[in-house]
């Protein structure tokens, strides 16, 4: 074939066209994903990579690495795998996808998920002098416990009510909603980071006696865009601390109470009977029943209901 060329400019161009057709086998670029490859802790992934245009890569060199080129996750080379290098912690872990290798497919899988394989990877390809690479991101995602609703105690004049979850990454979001699942505003977070990396959230709110009293708690992983959600939680009138006065508002004192209360104990003894204890359950249904709660110590009260026997109710 006889190349003729006006100018030197064109006589270049020509040059690197017949270079390009003689190197057809040669990969063009190495391409990756384009958007972070998310995997759920325990489970396994693929990373996709391959070659443009598709050819075989067969007899190639594919290095999968992070920060160190001489110690990789996963290396093919002269037509087989290679472990001599390899990081400890993929041992057995990681597999170069074969099928797909003829069009040059060179995805990697990796099995049992670790929070420790969040990161940055590089898939590097090599056909004699010629070399590329494509970088892509793995996040590491792990959904928790379905979220646990609890009461812990009165607060500013209303019950604080508190949601709890373990198990999660990355550090999740909590959301209250109404019965509408309208978002409700919450008061205190806690957050901590447990001994395999994981995070335990607990997250509480406050609600008065004039607030929405139906609610329900939501933990959403931030990189799955999924949530978990408790069961609608409903607090009764009655649970909200009242006590007795002279006016017939209920409102006494500890002390005024301790006399009744001691009273009370003294009157059943004479009848043989006792006052049952009982631990703070929002499974009880107290209709009919009217709450005595001591102003100096918030966690005791007496209870009476009609047709049965008084008894003091202890909150946990």
């Known amino acids: 074939m006889e190349i003729i060329a006006t100018n030197p400019l064109e006589l270049d161009h020509t040059l690197k066209t017949v270079k390009r057709l003689r190197r057809t086998n040669e990969p063009g670029s190495v391409i990756g994903p384009d ?38 996750v996963h290396l093919y080379q002269h ?20 099928a797909g290798i003829v069009d040059g497919n060179v995805a990697l899988g990796i099995v049992n998920i670790r929070l420790s394989d969040e990161g940055q990877y590089r898939c590097f390809v090599q056909d004699g002098v010629f070399h590329e690479e494509a970088v892509l991101e793995l ?39 109404n019965l509408k699942g309208q978002p409700l505003s919450s008061s205190t977070e ?39 959600e408790s069961i609608t939680f409903y607090i009764s009138d009655s649970f909200f601390p009242k006590s007795i006065s002279l006016d017939g508002r209920l409102e006494c004192d500890f002390g005024d109470l301790l006399v009744f209360v001691g009273l009370t104990l003294f009157l059943f003894k004479l009848k043989g009977k006792h006052l049952n ?24 009260c007496v209870c009476f209901q009609s047709g049965g026997d008084p008894w003091v109710m202890q909150q946990m």
């Open 35 to 72: 958007h972070p490859v998310t995997a759920i802790m325990g489970e396994d992934i693929i990373l996709p990579c391959h070659l443009s245009p598709k050819m075989s890569a067969e007899n190639m060199e594919v290095r999968w690495f992070r920060s160190e080129f001489t110690s990789f």
């Open 79 to 98: 037509g087989k795998d290679e472990y001599g290098q390899q990081m400890p912690e993929y041992h057995g872990r990681t597999e170069l996808l074969k």
């Open 139 to 177: 996040k590491v995602a792990a959904s928790g416990s379905a979220p646990r609703i609890s009461v812990e105690g009165h607060q500013d004049g209303g019950i604080q009510v508190v949601c709890q979850s373990a198990g999660w990454y990355p550090e999740p979001e909590v959301l209250w909603r």
């Open 190 to 228: 806690t957050k901590s980071e447990e001994q395999d990396g994981l995070f335990e959230i607990k997250n509480s709110i406050i609600i008065t006696e004039n607030s929405n009293k139906n609610l329900s708690c939501a933990i959403r992983n931030t990189h799955l865009n999924q949530e978990k």
């Open 277 to 300: 204890t009982i631990t703070f359950s929002m499974m009880m249904n107290p209709i009919d029943t009217a709450f005595v709660w001591l102003n100096s110590h918030p966690h005791l």
